[in-house]
């Protein structure tokens, strides 16, 4: 099946089978491989993107059910100049990550939780990103990330 879509500000066609994942659209036809696959089950969060401004696992979702659809990706996430969003450059200055794996999801899950609860407090921030599992951290450093974004994004 032929799917049209605009990805990170740009227009994209896939032709793919109608059961492929849009995770698997993303990173196998293409190449953005920041969106990761973690478990397959949407249970981690780490293929997280954001379809027409919401938050979705992208390995819960069909390809053509983007048809259509503004999708970001982690590549998009930064300015054109290559200037981080405030969410990954808090992410950055916090050490809100350690192997990296489950990042560009968490930030994805935090940007949009941000705009949909700005001035959550850290149990809510906890709460909130239930879905996104970190196998290296205890979670401190990503909350104070979230924090730090939320800030940053409330003065953008």
Same mark, same amino acid.
């Given at each position: 099946?032929?799917?049209?879509?605009?990805?990170?500000?740009?227009?994209?066609?896939?032709?793919?089978?109608?059961?492929?994942?849009?995770?698997?659209?993303?990173?196998?036809?293409?190449?953005?491989?920041?969106?990761?696959?973690? !478990?397959?089950?949407? /249970? #981690? %969060?780490? @293929? $997280?993107?954001?379809?027409?401004?919401? =938050? +979705?696992?992208? &390995?819960?979702?069909?390809?053509?059910?983007?048809?259509?659809?503004?999708?970001?990706?982690?590549?998009?996430?930064?300015?054109?100049?290559?200037?981080?969003?405030?969410?990954?450059?808090?992410?950055?200055? !916090?050490?809100?990550? /350690? #192997? %990296?794996? @489950? $990042?560009?999801?968490?930030?994805?899950? =935090? +940007?949009?939780? &941000?705009?949909?609860?700005?001035?959550?407090?850290?149990?809510?921030?906890?709460?909130?990103?239930?879905?996104?599992?970190?196998?290296?951290?205890?979670?401190?450093?990503?909350?104070?990330?979230?924090?730090?974004?939320?800030?940053?994004?409330?003065?953008?």
């Amino acid at each position: 099946m032929q799917v049209q879509f605009t990805v990170n500000g740009r227009a994209a066609s896939v032709d793919v089978p109608p059961n492929t994942l849009l995770v698997h659209a993303l990173r196998e036809h293409l190449l953005l491989t920041g969106t990761h696959v973690g !478990c397959d089950t949407s /249970q #981690c %969060g780490a @293929c $997280t993107v954001h379809v027409n401004g919401r =938050a +979705v696992k992208s &390995c819960a979702m069909l390809a053509v059910q983007a048809q259509g659809a503004e999708v970001t990706t982690i590549e998009g996430m930064a300015a054109a100049d290559g200037t981080m969003h405030p969410m990954q450059a808090a992410f950055k200055e !916090c050490h809100g990550l /350690q #192997c %990296g794996f @489950c $990042t560009p999801g968490m930030v994805m899950s =935090a +940007v949009d939780l &941000c705009k949909n609860h700005p001035n959550v407090g850290e149990g809510e921030i906890r709460e909130l990103l239930e879905g996104n599992i970190c196998r290296c951290t205890g979670y401190q450093n990503i909350v104070r990330a979230v924090q730090v974004g939320q800030k940053a994004m409330a003065s953008a």
